[in-house]
């Protein structure tokens, strides 16, 4: 009912970082794109059925070292219903490998709707008597615009599955602020807000190691509101997009870790899967191009954040 | 490049209305159901067999007096991929009987990730030079909590396709107003400010009777809030949820709508779709009792109304 397995799984590999499986066809080495072809030709089958290789070979090199990935919605359902059968067993595997998934729907509605979402993301649907699993990720990135309406329907069934939500509070974007960083009247501004309707959610789903279920995207680019945020949310874990790719370095997530070098998650996406590329390796060796970027990560990460120390309530664990 | 061919329908049928296409399997007859399970077995294939044929029974009873329909994403997530595959072959075959097609997902990101949403569900996507229709719709429901970077890939897409998008303006549900009603210092509440960056965003998709491409979701159970808005937006087309179940009537809605009889269309779901266990007629007729249904919603909506005016700039013709 919290982030406590990620936050477990964070400490015992050292390394804060989720790898976004945001898998475009151009990242996919050509021969792995070839063999999906030879099984099911040029269509939207044959990509998913690459998209899915790509990733199960991602998943195989980094379970290890990277305690999470993060799918990304919008990259697999471009593939259409195939694509979205990919997500699915990219997911199965992931968790198959001891991964935590989040998966980044960015999702968001009201009521009857939102339970339909949590049962797909993170839940079971029920036909006929019997429970299946849609999708069967451990948290979703949501959207709360809506408030709520929106949010309490997840909260149910994270504390059912033991799953966690992140919420969009200041994003990496750079027209972020049109909406975000607007004052309100007497009050703080439009993220911070959200960032404290975050805090009072997540008291439904209390953690062991002072953070809630109720978690929130902050963006690498903006290390001043991450900073201000880490201070105003204390029981709120951050996912932090923006690094590498984006702009953000070490430097920058520092300020969205707490004093026992933990409270965040940095995400990387192409600058982990586009490693090969950007390394001018042979296709075939994507995989363990990808490693080696997660491993510099790791590192660049430790090494500005500090060592993970485990506290529970009345324990001082030190991993 | 706008809503032009919504509204053209709209004043044909003389029907402001949508349908959405939000089913859940104990919407569906038994009868329905158990040939689905016959064919595929009490699966997600089953289940999402029988959300398609409920769906087509629907189409073909509504396609020549309602002009559009808005299926509701998380009602085929919730049955996994194959559940987004019903998804597919109902947006396929709502536009094949001529309706207009509305993808219900309140997506959002940016950038990239945004345009692969955009090519997802508006556009086409390439798969190795040949471009192929994941989904397809005519327009896409989405949240502006990010800003212009998570728009401006959607306008570009909507150009190209002839497509609209309709951005979460003030939802129907009773938290909308957590953080939507807020007040900016010096300025309007936050769905005030997130409508006139609809208006804003929608000089680049201009249309022929006066509205945009990027039109604003705006509940009807706020008929002020509605009012204000169709003063202040006069570019902007309104979706209009939460007439029925939701509690909002005709004469809720009429404030959305201008002087013309046009700038909105009214969603209703669950009044639609279960009109025939509202009526307690038998299963097999629940096709004819949603068309009973959508008879009585299109007559109240004319009443309060009143006639459809299509005028273009410099004509004025009258339907």
């Known amino acids: 009912m919290s982030f406590d ?26 021969e792995l794109r070839e063999e999906a072809y030879r099984a099911h030709g040029r269509t939207l089958e044959g990509a998913a059925a690459a998209l899915f290789a790509f990733n199960r070979g991602l998943i195989d090199a980094l379970c290890d070292i990277v305690p999470a990935v993060k799918p990304q919605c919008a990259y697999y ?23 935590f998934v989040i998966t980044d729907g ?14 797909a993301h993170l839940g079971e649907t029920e036909v006929e008597g019997a429970r299946v699993t849609p999708f069967g990720a451990d948290a979703l990135t949501v959207n709360g615009y809506l408030g709520s309406d929106g949010i309490r329907p ?24 049109e909406l975000q960083n607007l004052a309100l009247e007497g009050g703080p501004a439009v ?13 439904e789903l209390p953690g062991r ?29 951050f996912l932090v997009p923006g690094y590498g790719a984006q702009g953000g370095g070490a430097a920058d ?32 060796e994507y995989a363990a191009a ?16 500090g060592p993970v120390k485990l506290e529970t309530e009345g324990s001082h664990e030190t991993v």
């Open 5 to 30: 397995r990620l936050i477990e799984r964070i400490a015992a590999l050292e390394n804060p970082t989720v790898a976004g499986l945001d898998p475009k066809l151009s990242y996919i080495p050509q």
């Open 77 to 99: 359902e471009m593939y259409g219903w195939p694509g979205v059968k990919a997500l699915h067993d990219t997911i199965a595997y992931a968790r198959e490998k001891g991964m």
């Open 106 to 119: 960015k999702r968001n509605d009201i009521g009857a709707t939102m339970e339909a979402y949590a049962a």
């Open 154 to 177: 997840l909260l149910k069934i994270c504390r059912e599955k033991d799953g966690g939500i992140f919420v969009l509070v200041k994003t990496s974007n750079p027209s972020s602020g």
């Open 191 to 203: 993220y911070r807000q959200m960032g404290e309707m975050c805090e009072e959610w997540g008291r």
């Open 209 to 237: 190691y002072g953070y809630s279920g109720v978690g929130a995207v902050v963006g690498a680019t903006y290390p001043k509101e991450l900073a201000e945020l880490r201070q105003a949310l204390p029981h709120t874990f």
């Open 253 to 284: 997530v520092a300020p969205g870790f707490d004093g026992n070098g933990l409270g965040a998650i940095v995400n990387s996406s192409r600058g982990i899967l586009c490693a090969w590329q950007k390394e001018g390796c042979p296709g075939a």
């Open 290 to 305: 990808a490693r080696r970027e997660a491993l510099r990560m790791r590192d660049a990460l430790r090494a500005a954040i």
